[in-house]
């Protein structure tokens, strides 16, 4: 209970901890973008003032040349693709200094400005539509699945393509609709000339970024409005354009999804899951990974699957994998407090030599054992060599046993030198090899600063080969008691 309110805690702590982050990351990009738009349309506002003063006269409807909001009201409709074309740059005598400015505010706008500006009116009305959606959700709940037959619900399955579209859309448009019927008011407030008709009809050319430009907007009331309208209504289109692929993206991740949950799990779908473990393991040998345990665990399973459906990238696991072998300080597998607490005083350098050391040491390690591993495989080999010829001399000691006493203990003595050989053999082996590896370690952990660990070899006459020594020197008093078969069977 103790574990599950720590656990349920540290998790808390993390999620407010990384919601803190979120929301001062979200408030610096408002910020810097409102900030870089501001400088943006100051600029031009400036340029284009002084650009287009030679000359106006030859425009009647701009006796005076362009001013600020006309400036202003170019740029908007300009960066944002809507192109009125009720202004143009290049009026008077400045021709190609207006138009050589006009393609710099452009390009400029277009690709490091208005993008800014419309990410932070999307942040603003994402919790609208967010929340229209959560209503629709509950108003149109989709059909749950029980996987496991555990009463709970595990899975959601999706409504039909319409009804799904139709759900998740409605509040984006529905928000867009209603934006541009007040801002149809607003023109038409302002400008009484035109019907609220025309209004609302130039305010969907607008949003759509189409602006055929045949509404009159000659008034600087309606200009000035235009450039927040402008700004307002083509942002939200981006809103509604990027909606519309997130939901198709997620649609099909939920149905591949389901589709796997469903699916039954055949052999060849797991030999693809096992590559995607090995692929996280590229240090380990084929060896290393036929002595894994053949099936997955349960997190891994859980990992692979998501690999498989595309919901994370092996590219963004691989460094969190490398982040917990770099702060396992003991190097058993398991990340506890007590590795964190080493690694807190220690820099980053000090950590990653500690852990460059410890997969040293691991290498030595696995290649000590593989030297183990084949001289005991070499020893054991000549052991059955040797004790199968003990077994055979020890069935002629049986069957000489009603011959003369001289031929039954030479017999016994064949039985005695044969299993004092193995005894020699496989004492001197482990000796040689257990003393060869103690001494690579021991120079692995001199060349570490380390202590390493000690290896001993066993005694040189121990165990059932000593007992068999005494067994058959004492052969020549039990006869009927030694035969091939019990010496078979110790063996």
């Known amino acids: ?258 589709h796997m949950f469903t699916t039954r799990l055949t052999t060849k779908m797991l030999d693809g899951l096992h590559n995607h473990v090995a692929a996280f393991r590229p240090e380990s040998t084929k060896k290393d990974e036929e002595a894994r345990p053949s099936g997955l665990t349960e997190l891994e399973f859980a990992l692979c699957m998501m690999l498989e459906l595309g919901v994370v990238k092996a590219a963004d696991v691989t460094p969190f994998i490398k982040q917990f072998r770099l702060l396992d300080a003991d190097g058993n597998a398991y990340l506890e407090h007590s590795d964190i607490l080493v690694c807190e005083n220690k820099s980053l350098a000090e950590i990653q030599a500690s852990a460059a050391q410890r997969r040293k040491s691991s290498d030595v390690r696995q290649a000590t054992i593989n030297a183990l591993a084949a001289s005991a495989m070499i020893a054991s080999n000549v052991y059955q060599s040797v004790t199968s010829t003990a077994t055979s001399n020890l069935t002629n000691s049986d069957r000489a046993a009603g011959a003369p006493s001289t031929q039954t203990s030479a017999a016994q003595a064949d039985v005695v030198q044969s299993v004092t050989t193995a005894d020699s053999i496989l004492a001197n082996t482990a000796a040689s090899t257990l003393t060869s590896a103690a001494h690579a370690v021991s120079l692995t952990s001199a060349n570490k600063g380390s202590p390493g660990f000690a290896l001993r070899a066993p005694p040189p006459s121990t165990g059932f080969l000593m007992r068999q020594k005494v067994r058959a020197s004492n052969l020549a008093g039990e006869p009927e008691r030694a035969t091939a078969d019990d010496m078979h069977d110790k063996i």
């Open 1 to 258: 209970m103790g574990m599950a309110a720590a656990s349920a805690s540290g998790g808390d702590n993390m999620g407010g901890l990384k919601n803190k982050r979120r929301r001062k990351a979200q408030i610096m990009m408002i910020v810097s973008s409102l900030l870089l738009f501001i400088a943006y349309l100051i600029v031009c506002i400036a340029v284009f003032v002084e650009l287009e003063k030679t000359g106006a006269s030859k425009k009647p409807d701009l006796p005076k040349g362009w001013t600020p909001i006309d400036a202003a009201y170019f740029t908007m409709a300009s960066v944002s693709t809507v192109g009125y074309g009720d202004l143009t740059p290049g009026t008077g005598d400045n021709f190609v200094e207006s138009k050589v400015a006009a393609v710099f505010a452009i390009v400029i706008g277009v690709i490091f400005v208005f993008p800014q500006v419309t990410a932070v009116i999307c942040l603003i009305t994402a919790p609208i539509t967010r929340m229209g959606r959560k209503l629709m959700a509950r108003a149109f709940p989709e059909r749950g699945v029980d996987l496991d037959a555990s009463g709970d619900v595990d899975f959601l399955q999706p409504h039909t393509p319409f009804v799904f579209y139709a759900m998740n859309l409605t509040p984006s448009v529905t928000l867009n609709v209603v934006v541009q019927l007040i801002s149809a008011a607003i023109f038409h407030a302002i400008d009484p000339s035109n019907s609220y008709g025309l209004w609302f009809y130039h305010c969907i050319l607008t949003a759509t970024t189409v602006g055929y430009g045949d509404v009159n907007n000659v008034t600087e009331g309606g200009r000035l409005w235009s450039c927040f309208h402008i700004l307002i209504s083509v942002a939200m289109l981006g809103e509604v354009i990027s909606t519309i692929d997130n939901l198709r993206r997620q649609r099909q991740i939920t149905l591949e999804r389901n």
